[in-house]
Nanobody, 119 residues
């Protein structure tokens, strides 16, 4: 069982930046960020493997968001720049064995951290 804890969410104006953190109790090959807006399906935002070349981004965040992991690979970061109101959502950390942005690829989930971007 992998326990995941997110932090770093908050409120920011459009064009601003936020950095999200996810701390895992155990190592996982893949870690990812998802987001959910009420009434919509959870969307994969970015994913990263142990190898730093194994990174995936949703088209909607490419060039604005950057995912990374620390040396011990148990902490994951999401640097979010040029934020837009449509980025407002609950952001979830996930961990699993398989590469990609599909929700069904991940076995463990955090409780989420809210990001609100005002126009």
């Amino acid at each position: 069982q992998v326990h995941l804890e997110e932090s770093g969410g908050g409120s920011v104006q459009a064009g601003g930046s936020l950095r999200l953190y996810c701390t895992a109790s155990e190592y996982s090959y893949m870690m990812a960020w998802f987001r959910r807006v009420p009434g919509k399906a959870r969307e994969g935002v970015a994913a990263i493997g142990t190898d730093p070349s194994t990174i995936h981004y949703a088209d909607s965040v490419k060039g604005r968001f950057s995912i990374s992991r620390d040396g011990a690979k148990k902490t994951m970061f999401l640097q979010m720049n040029s934020l837009k109101p449509e980025d407002s959502a609950m952001y979830y950390c996930a961990a699993g064995l398989y590469e990609g942005l599909g929700e069904n690829l991940y076995d463990y989930w955090g409780q989420g951290t809210q990001v609100t971007v005002s126009s």
